[in-house]
């Protein structure tokens, strides 16, 4: 037993210093009782095949599907309407929305859906999203305190009142909850927690939580940003959109062979295809190609294209192409950037291309790029482009997929690449992409919301994290790996079966009937919040579940003991394992906003520490008033 609260003393040293990176810390922990033979090896790697750590792995991908698709964008953005541009209110609307779904969802998958909504409130109104990532996983917690499903402590201290109805009946005790608790009899206890908290939490974050430079929504690209460079090089001034109908002469031909350019002066900028399922008219596909001069054009192709819009419908007209309208705000002038990108290129004074033309380098066949424009002496050059000879510091605007732009930077001799391709990329989101991300996403709430539907919440998650990357809510699959946060995992995972070892050494067992036997004499009161508070402490460092499972027994013996119902008692077991906010392991959804807002295990003693106790003097008061002893 000495062994294993050692370890745990330590493991808490070393996170409150910050010098070391939790996971290891986590796994330094659980390699220790492994190698001191308290825990098998088959107990300490259980962690790892956890429910609650796959559905944590899952909700990372489901979140990061939810953002780069739009969606949180544009739910944030109707949100926005309600809070303004006002810090205060944007708060409380983010605690109001994270409580409401709390109630009847989990409280891990209430966090993994709202981080990205409440990170794109927060850039909208240029806050720092860590002023609101901690409290909205503290608000996802107070609020599983509403309703039986809203957080597992509950359905653990229910079950425990049904084992012991029977004798509970006989000594005339807990009343009307001796056949077990209501779905709605939490709901006084979390609206307190919830108003109460969010009330401390006002202050608090404010002092604690602002940081400056953390997360500021700043673009870490050395580049411009997308739009920025459309804009500077005048590209979509004079930006039109023609459709390939089956009547269209273009039809099967390739681009070179309509030699538009010499033709008719006209860039083709980009061939834009929309694959739309004909069974449902909200699942579509946008495939993006460069216009190569071996691209075959195809019926209900889009070609943008860059040029005098007299000459464009010259063209049109020659080859019955239709020119769409702007008015659909999803496929107007402007463009978008889902498969192909633009950067800048700075021509070095030592390149190989300096003095020949555009058309010389051949751009297009050597690099599967094309120069859209050319900057020089602040002057920009956009017609006539093939002939222009390069001079040493232009700076080229290229177009291609984004893979071709970033391989650019391999010719480090030749010129310089402005900015980080790969992560320009990684910042533009596939709205159209955004109807299927919500359809799926509703369906996972769906499952965990009704129980009549046969389906584990685990397996949901698993199922919506699948379809995300299936359904192409991802750009690949690597992007969908890169949402999971590792370092969050392997804390939780190390840390989890910390429990096993306390409870098979009898570390636990010992804190608790030590307290209880202590406290007993001094009234219900009195024991009641030795029971919240040892509770609450050992939340702190196994999972709120396993705490609940233990105190559940004692509390109700304790009860017994005295002669007291125990129902206020097993209240305070699961407002103890639930309300745990000094810790980022206590809960997965403290885990979860960890890496999103940058937080050190510090953060959260400065300001889930304070939470913590005053949230357990105010229930220790009013619990024996809304369900007396």
Known sequence: MIETVVILLLSVCFFISGKVRSDIVALCALVSLILLGILEPKEALSGFSSNVIIMMIGLFVVGGAIFQTGLAKMISSKLMKLAGNSETRLFVLVMLVTSLMGAFVSNTGTVAIMIPIVVSMAMSVKMNPSRLLMPLAFASSMSGMMTLIGTPPNLVINEELIKNSENLKQLGLAGEYADGLGFFTFLPVGIICVLVGTLLLLPLSKKFLSKPGALSGESASRGKSLKSLVKEYGIANNLCRVQVNADSLVVGKMIGEINIRKNYSLNIIEVRHLERNQ?????????????????????????????????????????????????????????????????????????????????????????????????RKNKYILQGIADETIHTGDVLLVQGTWDNIAALEKENTEWIVVGRPLEEAAKVTLDYKAPVAAMIMLGMIAVMVFDFIPVEPVTAVMVAGLLMVLTGCFRNVEAAYKTINWESVVLIAAMMPMSTALEKTGASAWISNSLVSVLGGYGPILLMAGIYFTTSFMTMFISNTATAVLMAPIAMSSALQIGVSPVPFLFAVTLGASLCFASPFSTPPNALVMPAGQYKFSDYVKVGLPLQIILGIVMIFLLPLLFPF
């Open 279 to 375: 069974r449902n008219l909200l699942v579509k596909n946008v495939v993006q190609k460069a216009a190569d001069s071996d691209t075959i054009l195809r019926v209900d192709d889009v070609l943008y294209i860059s040029g005098s819009m007299e000459i464009v419908k010259v063209f049109a007209e020659k080859y019955k192409l239709e020119i769409l309208p702007d008015t659909d705000s999803a496929n107007s002038g402007n463009l978008d950037f889902y498969d192909i990108g633009v950067a800048e290129i700075v021509v070095l004074s030592s390149s190989s291309v300096v003095n020949k033309t555009i058309r010389e380098v051949e751009f297009r066949s050597k690099y599967n790029v094309s120069v859209l424009g050319i900057c």
